[in-house]
Every structure is written in structure tokens, then in C-alpha cells.
């Protein structure tokens, strides 16, 4: 049971990071058994990023809300702070401003977590704090995406997240 459980999220996965396959990619995962309660955050994270990227905010909503709880429980802090990013743009998506910036900036990664996860986050946080400015429910506050330039020059050398960062940065100034 646990290694057909396994082999559907690895191929859930596969459908969905590298095929962009969302259909068999949410029929797979949906099939995660779960009673194998360590597949379990796994399958509602991706569920919920792919209801996101669908369009679907409630199922999004709730997958994501069930991968947090359950990453917390099974400690999985990096997968607990990319299902509340998501869920915190998704916030920012439906207008729900100054919750998506609560969520998120409540939402921090440890200090001796990898470099790559915290630079994520602090994209997003970037995004979403731009989202709100943008939409007047709070002043501008680029710090984020200025601290994830830093890091994407030095511990964690990702070009695409720095990319985005300074993207925020430019559509703050683009804005003001």
C-alpha cells in the first residue's frame, strides 16, 4: 500500500511539474490512499496547487488548509510555508488583502532553513505585499523582494526567483 501510494505521488507529480498535465495529475493524486498518512500533505499540496492554477480558489483553498495542518503535524515546516504562500496570493487574488499580508509575513521561514525555501517566500511575500499596495490597502514595501535579490546573488543563486523580485520591485515603482 505505501509504495503504490508513493508511486502515485511521484507520477501525480511528474504529470504536474514537468508535463503540465493537470487532468491526470489531479486523477492520480486523488487516489493517494489516505490511510498513508505521510502521501497524505504531499497529495492535498499539489491538489491545491493545481486547483490554483485552475482556477478553482475553494477546492484550492481547502486542499492547501489540510496539506498545512497535516505538514505541521508530520513536520514538514517547508511544505507548511509553501501551501501558506499559496494560500496567502490566493487571498491576495480574491481581494482579501490585508489576511493574504497577515498569512504571510506570519508565515516565516527558520534561519536554518534552506536558502532556496526562504527565498521563495520571500518572493511571495513580495507579491503579495505589492498586491495589496496596488489595490491602495497598504504603502509599498519592497524589503522582501530586496532581501530575496541578496540572497539570490549569494546562498541560493536562482536567476528565475531574483527575476521575480525584482519584477515586484519594478511593477512597485511602475505603480507609485
Not at 141 to 147: G, H, L, N, P
Not at 152 to 164: K, M
Request: glycine residues 6%; negative net charge; contains cysteine.
Amino acid at each position: 500500500m505505501t509504495c503504490a501510494s508513493a508511486d502515485r505521488l511521484a507520477l501525480g507529480d511528474t504529470f504536474y511539474r514537468h508535463r503540465n498535465a493537470l487532468g491526470p495529475a489531479r486523477a492520480v493524486l486523488s487516489a493517494v490512499d489516505s490511510r498513508v498518512l505521510d502521501h497524505r500533505p504531499w497529495a492535498d499540496y499539489h491538489l491545491g496547487a493545481i486547483a490554483s492554477a485552475t482556477g478553482n480558489a475553494r477546492e484550492a483553498l481547502s486542499h492547501l488548509e489540510q496539506a498545512r495542518t497535516h505538514a505541521r503535524l508530520f513536520a514538514l515546516p517547508e511544505l507548511s510555508v509553501d501551501a501558506t504562500d499559496i494560500i496567502a496570493t490566493l487571498y491576495a487574488a480574491l481581494g482579501r488583502y490585508e489576511q493574504a499580508v497577515s498569512l504571510i509575513e506570519a508565515n516565516p521561514t527558520s534561519d536554518d532553513a534552506d536558502p532556496c525555501v526562504r527565498l521563495t517566500h520571500l518572493v511571495n511575500v513580495g507579491w503579495v505585499r505589492y498586491l495589496a499596495a496596488a489595490a491602495g490597502e497598504r504603502p509599498f514595501d519592497d524589503s522582501a523582494s530586496r532581501e530575496a535579490i541578496g540572497l539570490s546573488e549569494g546562498a541560493c543563486p536562482d536567476a528565475w526567483l531574483r527575476d521575480n523580485a525584482r519584477l515586484n520591485i519594478a511593477l512597485e515603482k511602475a505603480a507609485r
